[in-house]
């Protein structure tokens, strides 16, 4: 079952030139339950919107999305967003920002404190439940933005290039403990990325798209064995089909003459 | 009302245009290139308010309700469009909607104030009815335009928080619901200001025109104070209820934002 993303398209017009601008063009895709997804594609090439037609912060031009074979219902089906600028709210403390879905739910106040002060526990975030966003490290900030989407307990949780302002050595401990809660909580993840190191690392398989209109252009099933090692033969291998796949999509000629 | 109001005459007109060539001569001393804009103000202002004052006196002279509610609902479609043209964000096609809520709340406004408060018989008596509901309007169409100016450039900013309530399942009630309350509240501060310095820091113009014509001040303070009060009510009204239809527009059916970024594809 899973998500089923059928023919989905989506134009904007442009609001200076009245341009009619096709972002993503006819994407087909079954993401089954409990996967962990990854997209690249070349910047600007409209990954972003994806993700955003699926949270339902778009409505598509056309096509469809079933969510266990039915259609999405965004008031009933939860779907997690997490964005590479956390969007933490500012006057929340870490405890706050953590159960606010909860409070949107309605979840009363001590039962909504109680599965923040898990979450807290559980993130490496203790000590820090009274502390306000800025107060927090970058990592820290992402950790908070991740809770508080999954303790709304979504369906599928997308993330729009999480790691993508953090430091290397942040973002590999994230990485790692981003794969940890996934094979814990058993949830679906569709990951934006452009790096491909960190899609390799993190996925079951990875899709690459197209430069805008974006389609769908290949499709890699990563089989490394987990834990994985990010400097085994079989992950260079993947890393190097990969980046071809990319290559072959790039649109700016200075870059393709260089390598 | 008693007493006679000095006539302006012709010659005495032309004298006061001396204040415009003042400002004029200031103007190119400083190099402010501002002459052609006060020569076409000037003009429009001596066009516009005669031509005014030819159509009430038409109108007091026809007294009938019809002509009275032509000039309320001209006056209205007037700010309207200016509201909208004050409005730098061009992607919520709000004329119309807006449109309908000004009429209503004008209309309810008007027609309390000069039929029930002041007792005006009938109630759209042109004398009474055209001048207050003119005041109504320029006074609160700015609160409108500062309000619905704020919302929408406080969603487009805040568009991220907005879209992470969306996500964790809130309703654009809930999402926008500080923006909402902002914006509202940026209306109304201007017409509560004005409360706090009235007679204080300024002679309100109606006052002023009441006593010129010769009205006893404390009949004109009593106008006055209906008619402060009748403007913040209305204004109080009219924003918040154009914040809340032009908010729901800013959503579509399944509750998304549609206000777009500047650019669009990449955020910065």
């Known amino acids: 079952m899973g998500l089923e993303i059928i023919g989905l398209c989506k134009s904007f017009k442009d609001q200076k030139t009245s341009d009619i601008v096709e972002v993503l063009d006819d994407v087909h895709y079954?993401?089954?339950?409990?996967?962990?997804?990854?997209?690249?594609?070349?910047?600007?090439?409209?990954?972003?919107t994806l993700l955003r037609v699926i949270a339902g912060l778009e409505e598509p031009s056309s096509g469809n999305l079933l969510l266990e074979g039915r259609k999405i219902s965004y008031d009933v089906d939860r779907i997690g967003l997490v964005f590479q600028e956390y969007a933490l709210f500012p006057w929340r403390t870490t405890?706050?920002?953590?159960?606010?879905?909860?409070?949107?739910?309605?979840?009363?106040?001590?039962?909504?404190?109680?599965?923040?002060?898990?979450?807290?526990?559980?993130?490496?975030?203790?000590?820090f439940e009274n502390r306000y966003p800025h107060?927090?490290?970058?990592?820290?900030?992402?950790?908070?933005?991740?809770?508080?989407t999954l303790i709304t307990d979504p369906r599928v949780v997308l993330m729009d290039e999480p790691f993508?302002?953090?430091?290397?050595?942040?973002?590999?401990?994230l990485q790692s403990f981003l794969l940890a809660l996934w094979q814990k909580q058993k949830v679906t993840i569709i990951f934006v990325t452009h790096n491909v190191d960190e899609a390799v690392f993190l996925s079951d398989e990875v899709l690459v798209f197209s430069k805008r209109p974006a389609r769908l252009t290949n499709r890699f099933d990563i089989t490394a064995p987990r834990p994985r090692d990010r400097t085994s033969t079989e992950c260079n291998r993947m890393r190097k089909m990969i980046l071809d796949a990319l290559e072959a999509e790039r649109s700016d000629p200075l870059l393709t003459e260089k390598s | 009302m008693t007493g006679t109001v000095i006539e302006i005459g012709p010659y005495q007109l032309i004298l006061a245009l001396v204040f415009i060539l003042l400002a004029g001569g200031a103007s190119l001393y400083h190099g402010l290139r501002l002459e052609k804009d006060l020569l076409v103000g000037t003009i429009r202002t001596f066009a516009q308010l005669f031509l005014l004052g030819y159509v009430l006196k038409f109108v007091f002279r026809l007294n009938s309700v019809w002509p009275v509610l032509a000039v309320f609902l001209f006056m209205i479609v007037f700010a309207t469009r200016i509201i909208r043209s004050r409005i730098k964000e061009k992607q919520v096609a709000f004329f119309w909607p807006m449109l309908v809520s000004m009429v209503i709340s004008y209309a309810l406004a008007a027609i309390l104030i000069t039929g029930v408060v002041i007792g005006a018989k009938p109630w759209w008596k042109p004398q009474y009815f055209i001048p207050l509901g003119g005041m109504l309007i320029g006074n609160s169409m700015n609160a409108v335009a500062i309000s619905l100016d704020r919302l929408l450039s406080d969603l487009k900013e805040r568009r991220q928080e907005v879209e992470m309530m969306l996500c964790l399942g809130a309703d654009y009630h809930e999402a926008s619901k500080d923006m909402v309350k902002n914006a509202m509240r940026a209306g109304m501060i201007p017409a509560i200001n004005s409360m706090m310095a009235v007679g204080v820091v300024f002679i309100p113009g109606m006052m002023t025109g009441q006593i010129l014509a010769g009205a006893d001040p404390l009949v004109a303070i009593r106008y006055q104070i209906v008619v402060m009060v009748m403007i913040v009510g209305a204004t109080a009204m009219l924003s918040f209820l154009g914040v809340r239809i032009v908010c729901k527009l800013c959503f579509g059916p399944a509750q998304q934002l549609l206000l777009r970024p500047e650019k669009h594809g990449k955020r910065d």
Not at chain 1, 99 to 125: C, N, Q, T, W
Not at chain 1, 138 to 148: D, H, N
């Open chain 1, 95 to 127: 405890l706050e920002n953590i159960e606010l879905g909860l409070e949107i739910m309605e979840v009363p106040k001590e039962e909504r404190r109680a599965a923040a002060m898990d979450y807290i526990r559980s993130f490496g975030l203790k000590g």
């Open chain 1, 135 to 148: 107060e927090l490290s970058g990592g820290m900030q992402q950790r908070v933005a991740i809770a508080r």
């Open chain 1, 30 to 48: 079954h993401v089954h339950g409990g996967r962990f997804v990854s997209i690249v594609g070349p910047s600007g090439c409209g990954k972003t």
């Open chain 1, 164 to 173: 993508g302002s953090l430091d290397s050595q942040t973002r590999n401990n």
